[in-house]
């Protein structure tokens, strides 16, 4: 016999199963049921190519039997089984990618006594094995790989370590026994040794089950617990909620109750059905960059792919679920896959009834899309960028912040319903924080006019306005691009008359202006949108944001440094000030101490970074001693 030491982050887990106040003990059963399930899965899915690992008559089952004498409870499945490595590897370590993060979040959440907190992890991250050391003070596996002749013992108390020792097992397949803590019914810990506790936990979360449940009877029978009818080849009418939520946390290990169910049912050109979720809260590792996601593909009842992606685009990776086909090949793999016409079709036909079932829920209950939203919104905008199955759709689901009304984002659709008579675009602004926005020197010729501005706050934004140019026939526009021409064609002639009559006037004084600010600006001139401030800088309709600009360098891309224009306000007292000090001398050193300090005004008020703040320091300070 061989004794070995569980990995700190699976010690952690063991802890907190034997120790946490976590309530809902029984999911012990449905986690161990689970997993029985994925080894027959597994199985029938190496039997494709090896049909002497399943030979003709096998019959797939997952057994449970009690013995209320001793007090124990096994759970015995004739599934792949596991050799001597993969027990200890698939026992004593955690194999999830999240380990790390888990083991920190669980420790943050314990030491703010959050036990609720810690439950959702545990179901976050489906930590399913180890959750059986809730129910029992010691476990015994004896497991016999498919395909192998010797079966392995593994003995663990939960208390750091296991042992593992040569055992016997006439087939294939894994046997776990619990030897059961006391009953402590305050806790959901019924009695399991109990065949009507048995029977009720197991019809409560594993009834969709695809191979039969058997428990065994006193008289030595064996009786079949669940359903087992596959949960998507049933109508959607004829499902519980409470079903599909148990479907749901069975396949992504997720706490809470799916937000949304949604089934397609095709029979024509060929076969298939789907069976998909959108979770209530998006999940912790949605933005990280190796995330795999994709729906679990069933072709005749055999699983033969867990994540593919093929049947998924990326704005809808938070999307989970079936899809089985009769009509696909067994054989396939990703490559086959990616070229089969019929998966793009289902896939096609997923991402439309999935936006179909949102604009749906945007228009019935936009309160409850606010929530979807606010979850997945981000997600969903990047794919108006670059997706042709999407973007269409896409367009009318994008909420945004906006000067219309603080509370709520709203929709594009919404937006041009309360455009203003004369107003010609659909404004907007981007930038990392709307506080800021809100008070930008660029709104104010807007906000005089009472047009509303959305405020682009997420870096996506940047992109998603790189594509969306216009809507409903109504082009998007930067108020911090280009020129300003607001209200009816007679006023806007008149201010462009007068515009330019006024930098005619100044045209010296901004040349002037200009060359020290060579570096950063390509032209100083006056502004139409400026109402209050005195300065702002803006871009050409064909420049980089400054936020876009910035992103583009922070990901390593030589983004070409754009120089701006810098806007004067024709009617602030500084401009007449400096035209003084102009006349009586072009070459005032002055003047280019100023030149440098609305630059920097300038760049503050939109967030950038100044070029040199310990020179704007020097020189705000200079400008105090010499005001009186
Ligand atoms: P998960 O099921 O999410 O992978 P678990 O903690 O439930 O995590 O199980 C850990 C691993 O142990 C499984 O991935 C599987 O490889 C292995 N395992 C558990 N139970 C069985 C079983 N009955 N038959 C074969 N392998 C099993
Ligand atoms: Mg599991």
Redesign the pocket.
């Known amino acids: 016999m061989e004794t070995f030491e569980f990995k700190s982050e699976a010690r952690q887990l063991l802890d907190l199963m034997i120790h946490s106040l976590y309530s809902h003990k029984e999911i012990f059963l449905r986690?161990?049921i689970?997993?029985?399930s994925?080894?027959l899965d597994k199985l029938r899915f190496e039997a494709l190519t090896d049909k002497n690992l399943a030979p003709a008559g096998f019959d797939p089952e997952i057994l449970l039997a009690a013995d209320e004498g001793r007090r124990t409870l096994t759970v015995s499945?004739n599934?792949?089984?596991?050799d001597r490595e993969?027990l200890i590897k698939?026992?004593g370590t955690i194999?999830?990618s999240g380990t790390k993060e888990f083991a920190a979040k669980v420790k943050q959440a314990r030491e703010a006594s959050s036990e609720d907190r810690v439950a959702e992890l545990i179901g976050q991250f489906?930590?399913?094995?180890?959750s059986a050391f809730m129910a029992a003070s010691e476990i015994t596996v004896v497991?016999r790989r498919a395909g192998h002749d010797e079966a392995w013992r593994w003995i663990s108390a939960g208390d750091g370590q296991f042992s593992i020792e040569p055992a016997d097992r006439d087939a294939p397949g894994?046997t776990?026994e619990l030897k059961l803590r006391p009953a402590d019914p305050d806790n959901e810990l019924g009695d399991f040794t109990d065949a009507w506790t048995i029977e009720r936990v197991v019809k409560k979360y594993s009834d969709f089950v695809t191979y039969p449940v058997r428990l065994k009877e006193k008289d030595g029978g064996w009786r079949q617990l669940n359903s087992m009818k596959a949960i998507w080849m049933r109508p959607q009418s004829e499902v519980k909620p409470e079903e599909y939520a148990e479907f749901y946390k069975h396949i992504t290990?997720d706490w809470d109750a799916p937000f949304e169910t949604i089934t397609i049912r095709a029979e024509s050109p060929f076969e298939y059905r789907a069976l998909l979720f959108v979770p209530s809260k998006p999940p912790f590792d949605l933005y990280w960059r190796d995330l795999k996601w994709g729906l679990q593909l069933y072709v005749n009842k055999v699983r033969i792919m867990d994540q593919c992606d093929e049947l998924l685009p990326s704005f809808l990776r938070f999307v989970r679920g079936v899809v089985e086909s009769p009509d696909l090949s067994l054989n396939v793999s990703r490559e086959i896959l990616q070229q089969d016409a019929r998966v793009r079709q289902i896939r096609k036909r997923i991402v439309k009834k999935v936006l179909e079932t949102f604009e749906k829920i945007q228009k019935d209950e936009p309160a409850r899309y606010a929530t979807l939203w606010e979850s997945f919104g981000k997600v969903l905008k990047e794919g108006v960028a670059g997706d042709p199955d999407g973007s269409d759709k896409l367009r009318d689901l994008l909420w945004f912040a906006s000067s219309n009304d603080s509370a709520q984002p709203t929709s594009l659709k919404d937006y041009v319903g309360r455009m203003k008579d004369g107003q010609e675009a659909i404004y907007y602004i981007t930038g990392e924080d709307r506080a800021a926005l809100e008070k930008s020197p660029h709104l104010e010729a807007f906000f005089a006019k009472g047009y509303e501005v959305l405020y682009m706050t997420d870096p996506v934004d940047e992109i998603v306005v790189g594509h969306l140019t216009d809507y409903d026939g109504k082009k998007l526009q930067s108020v911090g691009k280009g020129t300003v021409e607001l209200g009816t064609e007679e006023e806007k002639k008149q201010a462009e008359e007068a515009r330019t009559e006024k930098q005619r006037a100044h045209a010296s004084l901004l040349e002037t202006l200009q060359k020290p600010l060579d570096e950063w600006v390509k032209e100083v001139r006056l502004s139409t949108r400026l109402k209050t401030s005195a300065v702002c800088l803006v871009g050409e309709e064909s420049d980089l944001s400054p936020r876009l600009e910035r992103m583009l360098r922070e990901a390593n891309h030589a983004a070409p440094k754009a120089k701006r224009i810098l806007e004067l306000n024709p009617e602030h007292p500084v401009l007449a000030k400096m035209q003084a000090l102009h006349d009586s001398s072009a070459d005032d050193p002055r003047l280019a101490d100023y030149a440098r300090l609305l630059h920097g005004q300038a760049l503050l008020a939109e967030g950038t970074a100044l070029p040199d703040p310990v020179d704007f320091a020097r020189l705000v300070a200079d400008l105090m001693v010499r005001a009186d």
């Open positions: 986690e161990l689970s997993n029985a994925d080894a499945d599934g792949i089984g596991m993969e698939n026992l194999a999830h489906g930590v399913g094995f180890y497991s894994t776990i290990h």
